[in-house]
T-cell receptor, first 117, second 113 residues
Framework: GAVVSQHPSRVICKSGTSVKIECRSL??????MFWYRQFPKQSLMLMAT?????????EQGVEKDKFLINHASLTLSTLTVTSAHPEDSSFYIC?????????????FGPGTRLTVT | AQSVTQPDIHITVSEGASLELRCNYS??????LFWYVQSPGQGLQLLLK??????LVQGIKGFEAEFKRSQSSFNLRKPSVHWSDAAEYFC???????????FGGGTRVLVKP
């Protein structure tokens, strides 16, 4: 099956710094990537959708200047949390879909746990 | 707006017993339906999906789900639970015209020995 990786799996950063999370599709070309946020014991909330080569579409309430998403190639998308604060601490999960998939089908990465101190 | 409801936040089941997780959706038309499983600190793994056709869907790990249009439900079942089935389970839907998944709140399954 299709594999999506994320790096790093865990990151701790100080308040005010920026953190970049990578999401890669390892064995397929991801025309669309999604970024989710999951608070402890809660469900996944979609943050944004990115299509390769175009600007990301952010969900309502998500600050685009704080959560910078780049989808520069068909196998890589990055999420940069700028000027991170403790309230940004969360589990960030990406997913990807490529050609040939039925609607809604996505392959999920293993997630990145961000802790802001 | 579409929504997905998983009424049970926690379920505890004995190993070897049957399991049923409930999922109800609110949407005008029949959406595409998914069940995912998430182990602690991990991403999501697709268990099964329903797009059309036979309303009883077989998935991986011995799971199955039944789509009932009249009840707007897509309940997940497993006849005999194994200790490794302890995890968080999410039901999700996507509108027929889109690709964005809407997740239910999740049900945490605990398996007693």
């Amino acid at each position: 099956g299709a594999v999506v990786s994320q790096h790093p799996s865990r990151v701790i950063c100080k308040s005010g710094t920026s953190v970049k999370i990578e999401c890669r599709s390892l064995d397929f070309q991801a025309t669309t990537m999604f970024w989710y946020r999951q608070f402890p014991k809660q469900s996944l909330m979609l943050m944004a959708t990115s299509n390769e080569g175009s600007k990301a579409t952010y969900e309502q309430g998500v600050e685009k200047d704080k959560f910078l998403i780049n989808h520069a190639s068909l196998t890589l998308s990055t999420l940069t949390v700028t000027s991170a604060h403790p309230e940004d601490s969360s589990f960030y999960i990406c997913s990807a879909r490529g050609k040939g998939l039925l609607q809604g089908e996505q392959y999920f990465g293993p997630g990145t746990r961000l802790t802001v101190t | 707006a579409q929504s997905v409801t998983q009424p049970d936040i926690h379920i505890t089941v004995s190993e070897g017993a049957s399991l049923e997780l409930r999922c109800n959706y609110s949407y005008g038309a029949t959406p595409y339906l998914f069940w995912y499983v998430q182990s602690p600190g991990q991403g999501l793994q697709l268990l099964l999906k329903y797009f059309s056709g036979d309303t009883l869907v077989q998935g991986i790990k011995g799971f199955e789900a039944e789509f009932k249009r009249s009840q707007s439900s897509f309940n997940l079942r497993k006849p005999s639970v194994h200790w490794s089935d302890a995890a968080e389970y999410f039901c999700a839907v996507v509108k027929a015209a889109g690709n964005k998944l809407t997740f239910g709140g999740g049900t945490r399954v605990l398996v007693k020995p």
